[in-house]
């Protein structure tokens, strides 16, 4: 399963910074506006101990984490919708990502040019917020037009898809994103077809700056709008120091936190960030493992047996019998899969089991 977040932002806030930190790329990073114009794309494996764990288990040849993608994607301005800026193009590249990581500057620094002048998160977030509404809106307007002369008709599924695109249109003329909403099912395939850019669920990085003057220790009341704004919004955030991050990409990886500590850098770094990615996106992870591979598999949350065993392979899920699971603590505790089994941890699952995050599985199929 291959999926992307968008890193948005107003110009010059950390985008490429933070991109180059998560994926150790070099793209142009510069103390200016509309430094990034094409999208990069970098693949980010999810940090995971238990991966590790397993693969040790099994003395494995070889270890396969699963990963997320992430898209730097060009500044925003206020009029984006309208085209302003790179403005078409910076919503035609979010539209196609499936979640979205909106960069916001967190620190006061002179030296560091600011695409407004000021540090203020909150008006920072609304500028590209309000972007994102106002383009959902056309978007709504013109399906709304489209569905007339089907409900004229009395249309039952135009009739069902235009009371949804109402909700929506009353929620976005309210200032509040469509993540806010709650659906059904049946709702949900239309909102879905509608390929709404605040359905997509968000994400906020604040940067941070290792011994700047960072917002949330200044007490002047912009951090705490600005987490109550997040919150308003249906979204999540991380405090995130991408310049320190990104000055750690030589570091091994054992000894990075030591680093962090000796530079007194705050936040919940990197791996804080990457799992909080994944999280929103709704995935969880189950594993296979073995002398010759230990993997992570990437499925959503609420998938069944048969529907994690395409993820492996289509004939697991078309001609699957039964799966063997039992949880990742549960085999590393009882120290081989055959004491596993002798005292009954191993189950048989069939297909109605939804898989719990964490699961090691053996797939059985016709």
């Known amino acids: 399963m291959s999926l992307q977040i968008g890193i948005v932002g107003l110009p010059n806030v950390g985008k490429s910074t933070l991109f180059c930190a998560l994926t150790k790329h070099n793209v142009a990073v510069e103390n200016y506006p509309f430094c990034t114009i094409d999208p990069s794309v970098g693949v980010v494996p999810v940090p995971d101990t238990r991966l590790n764990n397993l693969s040790k288990f099994s003395n494995t040849e070889k270890e396969v984490p699963a990963i997320v993608e992430f898209v730097d994607i060009a500044g925003l301005v206020k009029?984006?919708?309208?085209?302003?800026?790179?403005?078409?193009?910076?919503?035609?590249?979010?539209?196609?990502?499936?979640?979205?990581?909106?960069?916001?500057?967190?620190?006061?620094?002179?030296?560091?040019?600011?695409?407004?002048?000021?540090?203020?998160?909150?008006?920072?977030?609304?500028?590209?917020?309000?972007?994102?509404?106002?383009?959902?809106?056309?978007?709504?307007?013109?399906?709304?037009?489209?569905?007339?002369?089907?409900?004229?008709?009395?249309?039952?599924?135009?009739?069902?898809?235009?009371?949804?695109?109402?909700?929506?249109?009353?929620?976005?003329?309210?200032?509040?994103?469509?993540?806010?909403?709650?659906?059904?099912?049946?709702?949900?395939?239309?909102?879905?077809?509608?390929?709404?850019?605040?359905?997509?669920?968000?994400?906020?990085?604040?940067?941070?700056?290792?011994?700047?003057?960072?917002?949330?220790?200044?007490?002047?009341?912009?951090?705490?709008?600005?987490?109550?704004?997040?919150?308003?919004?249906?979204?999540?955030?991380?405090?995130?120091?991408?310049?320190?991050?990104?000055?750690?990409?030589?570091?091994?990886?054992?000894?990075?936190?030591?680093?962090?500590?000796?530079?007194?850098?705050?936040?919940?770094?990197l791996i804080d960030l990457i799992k909080k990615s994944y999280e929103i996106l709704g995935l969880i992870t189950f594993f296979t493992t073995g002398e010759k591979e230990t993997r992570a598999w990437t499925i959503k949350s609420g998938s069944t047996a048969p529907i994690a065993g395409a993820a492996i392979h289509n004939d697991f899920k078309d001609k699957f019998i039964r799966a063997e699971v039992i949880g990742t603590s549960e085999l590393l505790e009882a120290g081989s899969y055959a004491k596993a089994r002798d005292l009954g941890k191993v189950r048989t699952e069939g297909k109605e089991y939804v898989v719990k995050d964490g699961d090691v599985m053996v797939f059985l199929h016709s």
Do not use: C, W
């Open 79 to 269: 009029g984006a919708s309208e085209g302003e800026g790179l403005g078409n193009k910076f919503l035609s590249n979010i539209r196609e990502v499936d979640a979205i990581l909106h960069t916001v500057r967190f620190f006061d620094d002179i030296d560091v040019i600011h695409v407004s002048g000021e540090i203020d998160p909150v008006k920072d977030m609304e500028v590209i917020n309000l972007e994102l509404m106002l383009s959902d809106l056309e978007r709504v307007n013109a399906r709304m037009s489209k569905l007339e002369r089907d409900v004229k008709k009395n249309d039952k599924d135009a009739v069902a898809e235009q009371e949804v695109m109402t909700k929506v249109l009353h929620s976005l003329r309210e200032s509040k994103p469509v993540r806010s909403l709650s659906f059904t099912e049946e709702e949900l395939v239309f909102v879905k077809q509608a390929a709404l850019l605040t359905a997509k669920p968000m994400l906020y990085a604040l940067n941070i700056k290792t011994g700047g003057h960072n917002l949330q220790e200044l007490n002047d009341g912009r951090a705490e709008k600005a987490f109550d704004y997040i919150q308003e919004q249906g979204g999540q955030y991380v405090l995130m120091d991408a310049q320190t991050e990104r000055d750690l990409n030589d570091v091994a990886d054992e000894d990075k936190d030591s680093f962090r500590q000796e530079l007194g850098a705050q936040g919940g770094g």
